[in-house]
């Protein structure tokens, strides 16, 4: 059955960027011991990603997507990427991008239509996860900790979730990481 999954990294302040909407002080840390294999493992898994236009604008900018559209295959595949937007915002030259707009609950259908019998993967930010979980349609999230303290930025899930809806799955260290899964509880 397909999953929607927030795979998110975050400063162990709970910021998935700073107050510059830089993931800067992300590539900062070091990823010795990072392993390549969590990702190997859980891309294949995965049929669609969605993201919101900050997310997405931050990645066309900071890998020149625009300007090199072959990069957009090494990081989404052939994947369809959803990208949720009010705005009318540039496509790399053969990537499958699908705006859209409105209510996640709306757009539900044709995302997991996309995805056929694999997962979701709710890329950021966090206010979008916070709608899926809105929707009642967030069913993991998946946290990869780095040890750097911000004092404010885009928070990982602006929503209240309560421990009585979370059941820690796994927690491992990689590195300077610390990796933690979540199931969300209806």
Known sequence: MTQVIYNTATSFTGFIADESNSLAWLFAVDTAGLEDQDQDQFLPGIGVLV???????WVLREEELLDKPHKWRE?????????????????????DVRFVSGSVAAALPAIL???????????????????FLDAGALDTIMLSVAPVALPGGAPVLPRR?????????????QGQFAILTYRVRP
């Open 51 to 57: 993201e919101g236009s900050t997310t997405y604008e």
């Open 75 to 95: 990081f989404y595949g052939d994947r369809p990427t959803f990208v949720f937007t009010t705005r009318e915002l540039p496509t790399p030259e053969g990537a």
């Open 113 to 131: 239509a996309a995805a056929g019998e694999k997962d979701v993967w709710v890329v950021g930010g966090g206010d979008l996860a916070g709608q």
């Open 161 to 173: 979730l309560e421990s009585d809806r979370l059941e820690l799955l796994s927690a491992t260290a």
